[in-house]
């Protein structure tokens, strides 16, 4: 049964995302899980998931005024919400997919204008405060709405990249 595909665990291999459509996959994928855990965030998180959530935001917003790219603080942003589902599935699945989720550490390298890649970090950086407080209101579709919003202009960025690249 070696060769019987659909028994074979669900894998996306580090070197299986190698250009802008790759990441356009990854990006959708996670549209149908985050949009989820966000909603489900609003409506189980705690008092400590929600300091857990904010304490990331607000690092991810320190690092990028020092100009850090703040790839870890913004998977660690994602982790945060997927804790506060209290549901260990979306926390896996996004240790699973670990930092193919936040690909702007190769792609946006190659932006050499750091004003351009500044207001870039704080337009996801007031996505991710939308989030956060959709969260902290325990407003589950709004939640789901910010989060939507997030991953769409994501995957929009993205899709412009690629249009570029043609």
Excluded: C
Aim: aromatic letters at 6%.
């Amino acid at each position: 049964m070696s060769g019987d595909n659909s028994r074979r665990p669900f894998r996306i291999l580090a070197d299986g995302v190698q250009n802008i459509s790759d990441v356009i996959r990854i990006i959708e994928l996670r549209l149908g899980i985050e949009i989820e855990a966000a909603g489900l965030a609003a409506e189980r998180r705690t008092d400590e998931d929600m300091k857990l959530i904010d304490d990331t935001v607000d690092q991810f917003g320190l690092l990028i005024k020092q100009g850090d790219e703040a790839v870890e603080a913004d998977f660690n942003i994602h982790q945060a919400i997927a804790k506060a589902t209290h549901n260990q599935h979306f926390v896996t699945f996004l240790d699973f997919l670990g930092w193919q989720i936040i690909p702007r550490r190769s792609i946006y390298a190659r932006i050499v204008d750091h004003s351009v890649r500044r207001k870039y970090l704080l337009r996801v950086h007031n996505e991710h405060k939308s989030i956060a407080k959709a969260i902290s209101d325990s407003r589950p579709n709004a939640a789901r709405n910010a989060m939507r919003r997030h991953l769409e202009k994501s995957l929009k960025r993205y899709i412009s990249i690629a249009d570029e690249e043609t």
